[in-house]
């Protein structure tokens, strides 16, 4: 069930699936990198503005599934740009990101109608003088069985297009809320039965 809190700006409920701590883990393969499997963490959240704030950590995994080191880490801001009231037909989605290896990229994209899919792809790059070579990506995020499910692909000068990362993540329950669904229930105890 997507819970839409009452402070969140209107323009951006069509993203309400996505509020929240996401955890899990994925793929990196990229040519000139490392091919590892990673630990991720993404959360998104708002403060009442037309936007949501996201933010991804992730971390490279040994074989029994430890945290070694830092791998990626990422900062951006989400909005709807078009349709965002709309009852029927896809909306646009506009997202500006920085990430700490000093590559800023703007992404547009699409909000599927009817379903929790989002299409995004790069319109501008730009990077640091030490930044790895990088021309641009795709990517593609979904709400499938509860679980926010994503792949990025990336260009390079000398590398076509390909999917670099993937992952599977589970959202993070909030203590603080099973507390409050804990309270609510009814004294009988026969709430945890049914």
Request: charged fraction near 30%; aromatic fraction near 10%; glycine fraction near 10%.
């Amino acid at each position: 069930m997507i819970e839409i809190p009452s402070d969140l700006h209107r323009d951006v409920v069509p993203l309400a699936f996505l509020l929240g701590t996401w955890e899990g883990a994925g793929v990196h393969d990229f040519p000139g990198s490392e091919k590892c499997n990673f630990g991720q963490e993404i959360v998104f959240r708002h403060d009442g503005r037309p936007f949501l704030e996201f933010r991804s950590r992730t971390w490279v995994l040994d074989e029994q599934g430890e945290k070694v080191r830092a791998l990626e880490n990422e900062h951006a801001f989400w909005r709807v740009t078009s349709n965002q009231h709309g009852t029927s037909g896809e909306r646009e989605i506009e997202v500006s990101s920085v990430r700490d290896d000093g590559t800023v990229e703007i992404w547009y994209g699409k909000l599927h109608d009817g379903k929790p899919q989002i299409d995004l792809a790069t319109d501008a790059v730009a990077r640091i003088e030490g930044a790895a070579p990088y021309s641009g990506g795709k990517r593609l995020y979904g709400l499938v069985k509860e679980e926010l499910l994503w792949v990025g692909e990336k260009a390079a000068p000398e590398v076509p297009l390909r999917p670099y990362m993937s992952a599977q993540l589970k959202k993070v329950l909030n203590p603080a809320q099973l507390v409050k669904d804990v309270n609510d229930l009814p004294d009988d105890g026969i709430a945890f039965f049914r």
